[in-house]
């Protein structure tokens, strides 16, 4: 495991107790070069979080550099930690004795930008996304743009408009600031709309396209190749069946899959959504969306 690899390096003592569960032990951790297996954002945060007060200097390479690890580098420095390196695969981290308070805010979730842009080009209308940090989409954009959906950038406003007929496209998911890995599953359902064969590959994790399933039961055509990769034809409708989320992103991915069905879908294990997207149920139908948490 990653995030485990990474506290080892720093000191912890880690004790399998069965059932799933560890005991972690960090009495007196000391700086250390670590090097991460792969790019993984929260392995990359949890190392930061325990080096800072560390004793000695810590070196973490193959850093996960997304503008949310970026921006808890520039909060814990606001706090008197001493981290250089900020936006880039390798971090340095000076241990100091500790923390003190200090305010931050955080900045706008790309991911979530990237989510409700996908459903604004499928959903016959025209969609204000407020709040953006537009240099954090740039790929995300430019893929948007491929497959044929119509936006504008307006200061921090993103205005997507659903018009005009969408084309296939490729995607390849990589560490930022390529393709994120976590929107791979919302292009999918965008794939579902959009003219000819599209294919989308995520050579970072296995096991991110059992959505795929789900949205064959509501009519798409798609073939999952390998655990990696998916073919997807289009246009084909959907229609509402009873599906699962089977995890936070695939989750969301299915809500859109439902509001462009035609009759009802009910989506089980919907509570995984929550932990990536606030009141998600709520503010869709502040904008027309009819979905009822039950």
């Known amino acids: 495991d ?50 800072v007060t560390a004793q000695g200097t810590t070196i973490i390479k193959l850093a996960a550099a997304e ?18 390196g900020l936006g880039t695969h390798t971090l340095a ?56 959906v119509n936006f504008e950038l307006k200061g921090d406003t993103l205005v997507v408009t659903s018009t005009g007929q969408l084309h296939a496209f490729k995607l390849q998911t990589m560490p930022y600031p390529g393709f994120p890995t976590d929107l791979q599953s919302p292009f999918g359902v965008l794939a579902t709309k959009c003219s000819g064969t599209s294919l989308i590959h995520d050579p970072m994790y296995e096991g991110r396209l059992g959505y795929i399933n789900e949205l064959i039961k509501m009519g798409a055509n798609a073939t999952i190749c390998d655990p990696h990769r998916v073919v997807i034809t289009g246009p084909t409708p959907l229609y509402g069946r009873e599906i699962r989320g089977l995890d936070l992103r695939a989750g969301a991915t299915l809500v859109i ?37 039950v």
């Not at 297996?37 to 945060?45: H, L």
């Open 93 to 148: 981290i000076e241990g100091v004795e500790k923390l003190h308070g200090t305010r931050h805010r955080i900045i706008p979730d790309q991911i979530e930008a990237g989510t409700l842009a996908v459903l604004g080009a499928l959903t016959k209308g025209t969609l204000n996304i407020r709040g953006v940090v537009p240099e954090h989409l740039d790929i995300i954009l430019l893929t948007l743009k491929r497959a044929g």
């Open 67 to 84: 503008p949310h690890v970026e921006n808890l580098c520039q909060f814990l420095n606001a706090a008197g930690a001493r981290i250089s």
């Open 257 to 293: 899959a439902g509001l462009v069905s035609t009759g009802e879908t009910i989506l089980h294990n919907a509570e995984v959504i929550d932990r990536g997207y606030e009141r998600f149920d709520e503010r869709l139908r502040a904008i027309g969306a009819d979905i009822q948490r």
């Open 2 to 51: 990653t995030h485990l690899h990474a506290l080892k390096q720093l000191g912890a003592t880690i004790e399998d107790c069965g059932d799933g569960a560890i005991r972690l032990t960090a009495t007196n951790l000391s700086g250390a070069t670590i090097i991460l297996p792969e790019f993984s954002v929260t392995a990359t945060e949890n190392a930061l979080m325990a080096a």
